[in-house]
């Protein structure tokens, strides 16, 4: 059964910086890539950023590009968000999401529960 | 950015019943579509992907259609635990969502 489990969340002030981490269980974690997903409270989905199964490849969203790092441990069966220079808007629920095929095809067959990031003085 | 317009916003229906959800996108996507249930405290979960295929474990009755700028999720009849809200999702460049598609018990 594939498993992501997101950790690392909080209430953290503007500015500062935050790592949310996922484990990942139950698929070859290596073969696939991942992806961060956030939902701001009452807004719908909106994609942060994603990441190659080698790490080659690595997008972002407009909103956090320079400011979000994604990274992977394929060792460690782990995905990870830097997330330096924090904005109110940054508040939201994240989710950890892993591509649907292992050609990298974006969309997301499995999801974590989130880890909850609120940004507020 | 392509922009996704999901309408209608709330979809009021009784359990049996049809549903039919609207997604519109700024310029053409192809076929390369997807929709998510998402219900509160839940993970989404992959319904449909490029356009009409069915993901794994989900129903015959979620069914989606369409192509270029215009698609259409269908609910042939209304189960109770499909009261949730929809979204889609393209991937022809970058990845956006859609503003989501509520369908709630009337």
């Known amino acids: 059964e594939v498993q992501l489990v997101e950790s690392g969340g909080g209430l953290v002030q503007p500015g500062r910086s935050l790592r949310l981490s996922c484990a990942a269980s139950g698929f070859t974690f290596d073969d696939y890539a991942m992806h961060w997903v956030r939902q701001a409270p009452g807004k719908g989905l909106e994609w942060v950023s994603g990441?190659?199964?080698?790490?080659?490849?690595?997008d972002y969203a407009d909103a956090v590009k320079g400011r979000f790092t994604i990274s992977r441990d394929n060792a460690k069966n782990s995905l990870y968000l830097q997330m330096n220079n924090l904005r109110d808007e940054d508040t939201a629920l994240y989710y950890c999401?892993?591509?649907?095929?292992?050609?990298?095809?974006?969309?997301?067959?499995?999801w974590g529960q989130g880890t909850l990031v609120t940004v507020s003085s | 950015e392509i922009v996704l317009t999901q309408s209608p916003a709330t979809l009021s229906l009784s359990p049996g019943e049809r549903a039919t959800l609207s997604c519109r996108a700024s310029?053409?996507?192809?076929?390369?579509l997807a929709w998510y249930q998402k219900k509160p405290g839940q993970a989404p979960r992959l319904l449909i992907y490029d356009t009409s295929n069915r993901a794994t474990g989900i129903p015959a009755r979620f069914s989606g259609s369409g192509s270029g700028t215009d698609f259409t999720l269908t609910i042939s009849s209304l189960e109770p635990e499909d009261f949730a809200v929809y979204y889609c999702?393209?991937?022809?460049?970058?990845?956006?969502f859609g503003g989501g598609t509520k369908v709630e018990i009337k």
């Open positions: 310029q053409s996507v192809s076929n390369y």
């Open positions: 999401a892993k591509s649907h095929t292992n050609s990298g095809t974006r969309y997301f067959d499995h």
């Open positions: 999702q393209q991937r022809t460049n970058w990845l956006t």
């Open positions: 990441i190659s199964w080698k790490s080659g490849s690595k």
